[in-house]
Nanobody, 113 residues
Framework: QLVESGGGLVQPGGSLSLSCAASGSNFRFYNIGWYREAPGKQRELVARIVTSASTEYADSVKGRFTISRDNDKKTVYLQMNSLNFEDTAVYYC?????????WGQGTQVTVSS
């Protein structure tokens, strides 16, 4: 089970930090990704961190967002800086290992002045 938290309302240029907390064992063997879905748009990958801690980012968030993981706490974080209106979306956490995939319920991020 994955539970996201940390979403909310923020002004343009502001920051938010999202968390994705997992339950169960073997968390360290899962690749974790943050995805987002804006109204009228398809869900897209924002950032991903694999078991080796290598990361990848969507071009639209490079240099602004940072993904990290703490295997002892079974938690993945997404630090979001310099937020703009286009970052408004529901953010989802996804864990995958081989053919096993879990999704969280999502957390709303709204960037508005």
């Amino acid at each position: 089970q994955l539970v996201e938290s940390g979403g909310g309302l923020v002004q343009p240029g502001g920051s938010l930090s999202l968390s994705c907390a997992a339950s169960g064992s073997n968390f360290r063997f899962y690749n974790i990704g943050w995805y987002r879905e804006a109204p009228g748009k398809q869900r897209e990958l924002v950032a991903r961190i694999v078991t080796s801690a290598s990361t990848e980012y969507a071009d639209s968030v490079k240099g602004r967002f940072t993904i990290s993981r703490d295997n002892d706490k079974k938690t993945v974080y997404l630090q979001m800086n310099s937020l703009n209106f286009e970052d408004t979306a529901v953010y989802y956490c996804r864990a995958d290992r081989s053919r096993t995939v879990f999704w969280g319920q999502g957390t709303q991020v709204t960037v508005s002045s």
